[in-house]
């Protein structure tokens, strides 16, 4: 497995690893890292409470992920309910154009 590095002074680095623990759920990757299981590579929202408490620290201090793409499933665009669409709508401003 490998993961892409982007450092906040402009280099880049690819990372290959063995993972013990693979698994889609953000919660169950930093709390098995906060049971010293191992390294995980977090989004900041998923992992914001356990480095202010102390329970995960960065190891990797001044590089992140690089930009990718983000997806918005939902049902259909018939009856989409207006916050819905403002939601949708807001996330399209906010995120860049890649």
């Known amino acids: 497995m490998t993961w892409a590095l982007e450092h906040e002074g402009g280099g ?3 990372l290959r690893h063995e993972p013990r623990m ?3 759920d953000y919660a169950a990757l930093c709390d098995a890292a906060a049971d010293s299981l191992g390294v995980a590579f977090l989004p900041d929202h998923a ?3 356990s480095i202010a408490s102390g329970k995960l620290v960065r190891v990797f201090d001044g590089w992140r ?3 990718g793409i983000v997806h918005i499933v939902f049902t259909t665009r018939r009856g989409l ?4 669409r403002a939601l949708i709508d807001q996330l399209a401003r906010e995120f860049p154009a890649l």
């Open 47 to 49: 992992c914001t409470g």
């Open 65 to 67: 992920s690089r930009d």
């Open 22 to 24: 693979t698994c889609a």
């Open 81 to 84: 309910p207006p916050a819905v």
């Open 12 to 14: 880049t680095h690819v």
